[in-house]
């Protein structure tokens, strides 16, 4: 199974592309889609769309994974990442037909078997479990892998379907 994992963001958003077959995963690909701080943030959001859906025909994955949304202090940027990922899984839902969501904290127990895991505890459980030889980076692409292999360790079925 080819899986697509996502970190959204609206200046960055992290991918990551994994197989998982028999309960091993390999990387196929990772990187970002950034988008211009000068540009207003509709042009940034088609942007993402755009450098998204060509991601899902280049790769032809499966099913999309994609963090949940976490709110620290700055409201502002919440809000523009809430956007970003709207139309990361707008898009996903024209191109997909699963789309798998999880909160850090599930990723976390997924990958090192501790909610409350740091990004040290996660790199390093990212890099071992798909036999890299250094962390990816830069972060976000690592944290989209991490996405990636938590659907592929936690096997679930139901996803939200294509309409």
């Keep these: 199974m080819r899986i697509l994992g996502i970190d959204p963001g609206f200046a960055i958003?992290?991918?990551?592309?994994?197989d998982s077959e028999k309960g091993k995963s390999s990387v196929v690909d990772y990187g970002v889609i950034t988008t211009p701080k000068e540009e207003k943030l509709p042009a940034r959001l088609h942007m993402i769309y755009d450098d998204l859906a060509a991601l899902i025909d280049k790769f032809k994955p499966d099913c999309m994974a994609i963090e949940e949304l976490f709110f620290?202090?700055?409201?502002?940027?919440?809000?523009?990442?809430?956007?970003?990922?709207?139309?990361?899984?707008l898009c996903a839902t024209h191109?997909?037909?699963?789309?798998?969501?999880?909160?850090?904290?599930?990723?976390?127990?997924?990958?090192?078997?501790?909610?409350?895991?740091?990004k040290a505890q996660m790199q390093f459980m990212v890099t071992r479990l798909l036999g890299l030889k250094s962390v990816p980076k830069p972060d976000d692409a690592a944290d989209a892998l991490a996405v990636a292999l938590t659907q592929a360790q936690t096997g679930r079925l139901a996803g939200i379907f294509r309409v």
Aim: proline share 2%.
């Design 13 to 18: 958003v992290g991918y990551g592309v994994i």
């Design 72 to 89: 620290t202090k700055n409201i502002t940027t919440g809000i523009a990442v809430a956007e970003a990922r709207g139309v990361i899984l």
């Design 95 to 118: 191109k997909l037909g699963h789309i798998f969501e999880y909160t850090p904290n599930q990723i976390k127990e997924a990958l090192t078997g501790y909610g409350k895991a740091t």
